[in-house]
T-cell receptor, first 115, second 113 residues
Framework: EAQVTQNPRYLITVTGKKLTVTCSQN?????MSWYRQDPGLGLRQIYY???????DKGDVPEGYKVSRKEKRNFPLILESPSPNQTSLYFC??????????????FGPGTRLTVL | GENVEQHPSTLSVQEGDSAVIKCTYS??????FPWYKQELGKRPQLIID?????GEKKDQRIAVTLNKTAKHFSLHITETQPEDSAVYFC????????????FGTGTRLTIIP
């Protein structure tokens, strides 16, 4: 089954404790992206990756890191989480460089609470 | 960069009536406009999209219209049903270079039985 998976689905942590949210897709997609969803603000892009070893900042990258060592995986790293990073996080993937654009497939989401 | 505005933020309609959600975008280079539906506790999923060379697209009870001159596009849902209750997001993409989608802030649609 074609899918995007994320782990963990729920996480409660404390300020300053490093954490990683994993994202994996099995569709051989080149493009992967992380979004955060907050009430009234919609989905805002944190980081994206056009392919292996190619990553770039989105609209709200402060406080986050990513890596893309393999095509299928795109982990989101919070080195020193703060309460303002409490949010619902989604990973998404799609094919890159195709016209017209294809659907972006979203993972199930990770609800993060930073105390 | 692109900026997408979406209205209204909440919408309640009687079952069987129509619902319309409107979005405007700022980047005239954008020419791919998808709509995503997010049910409570679920992930966003694509329901329909439109490209700049098309003015309207329909899929059963759902339709999207695009006015490139005015830089706005709309989602129309006819004969609404309880399962249409969800949050709907519009988005825009320049269709070249980056695959990035810029999303609107969402519309919470509630269908009243």
């Amino acid at each position: 089954e074609a899918q995007v998976t994320q782990n963990p689905r729920y996480l409660i942590t404390v300020t300053g404790k490093k954490l990683t949210v994993t994202c994996s897709q099995n569709m051989n997609h080149e493009y992967m992206s992380w979004y955060r969803q907050d009430p009234g603000l919609g989905l805002r892009q944190i980081y994206y990756s056009m392919n292996v070893e190619v990553t770039d900042k989105g609209d709200v990258p402060e406080g986050y890191k990513v890596s893309r060592k393999e095509k299928r995986n795109f982990p989101l790293i919070l080195e020193s989480p703060s309460p303002n990073q409490t949010s619902l996080y989604f990973c998404a993937s799609t094919r890159a460089g195709v016209f017209p654009r294809g659907e972006q497939f979203f993972g199930p989401g990770t609800r993060l609470t930073v105390l | 960069g692109e900026n997408v505005e979406q209205h209204p933020s909440t919408l309640s309609v009687q079952e069987g009536d129509s619902a319309v959600i409107k979005c405007t975008y700022s980047d005239s280079a954008s020419n791919y406009f998808p709509w995503y539906k997010q049910e409570l506790g679920k992930r966003p999923q694509l329901i329909i999209d439109i490209r700049s060379n098309v003015g309207e697209k329909k899929d059963q009870r759902i339709a999207v219209t695009l006015n490139k001159t005015a830089k706005h596009f709309s989602l129309h849902i006819t004969e609404t049903q309880p399962e249409d209750s969800a949050v709907y997001f519009c988005a825009a993409n320049p269709n070249f270079g980056n695959e990035k989608l810029t999303f609107g802030t969402g519309t919470r649609l509630t269908i009243i039985p």
